[in-house]
Antibody
């Protein structure tokens, strides 16, 4: 069974940092591109970042420079390092697997940026 | 960046009726278009359609997708109670990947 489980969310002050993790199981992780998608309160889905199977990295323009995506194939996991967080980064962050669209998703982890 | 525009923002439909949702891309995306259903905000979306018209295994046949290039449609042929949700399109032809703003299908 394919599973994706996010962790690392929480309350952080503006300007702070957080590292989100997505632990995966049930599929050949090394062969898949993996994504982070977020949803702010009352908002739609926003694609955040992708790391490909070949370790290429892509980011939404507004976040490049503050967020860094990485993967650890030995742990079947990937990560999102978020720095200089702002109130507008408050959202549920989902990790997802790419297979002609995002076919499996985690349950989401809530990041709240507030003083 | 390719902008995805969905219409309408809200669609009021009676159970058993047909719903037609539209998604327009600001540039051609070939058939690299997916549709998702989200039952509640903050809940993980569900992939329904990929390749603009290919239904994911297990998705009921009442869901169908069509279109290519810049114009796409998701049709729900006979709405069931569990279909009242928000639907998003997403292009995966270019970086950055982009979602539409969503169409809420509500009970009339």
């Amino acid at each position: 069974e394919v599973q994706l489980v996010e962790s690392g969310g929480g309350l952080v002050q503006p300007g702070g940092s957080l590292r989100l993790s997505c632990a995966t199981s049930g599929f050949a992780f090394t062969t898949y591109d993996m994504h982070w998608v977020r949803q702010g309160p009352g908002k739609g889905l926003e694609w955040v970042s992708t790391i490909t199977a070949t370790n290429d990295k892509y980011y939404t323009d507004s976040l490049r420079g503050r967020f860094t995506i990485s993967r650890d194939n030995a742990k079947n996991s990937f990560y999102l390092q978020m720095t200089n967080l702002r109130a507008g980064d408050t959202a549920v962050y989902f990790c997802a697997r790419d297979y002609f669209g995002l076919d499996y998703w985690g349950q989401g982890t809530l990041v709240t940026v507030s003083s | 960046e390719i902008v995805m525009t969905q219409s309408p923002a809200t669609l009021s439909v009676s159970p058993g009726e047909r719903a037609t949702l539209s998604c327009r891309a600001s540039r051609r995306v070939s058939s690299n278009l997916a549709w998702y259903q989200q039952q509640r905000p903050g809940q993980a979306p569900r992939l329904l359609i990929y390749g603009a018209s290919t239904r994911v295994t297990g998705v009921p046949a009442r869901f169908s997708g069509g279109g290519s290039g810049t114009e796409f449609i998701l049709t729900i042929s006979s709405l069931q109670s569990e279909d009242f949700a928000v639907y998003y399109c997403q292009q995966y032809d270019n970086w950055p990947r982009t979602f539409g703003q969503g169409t809420k299908v509500e009970i009339k």
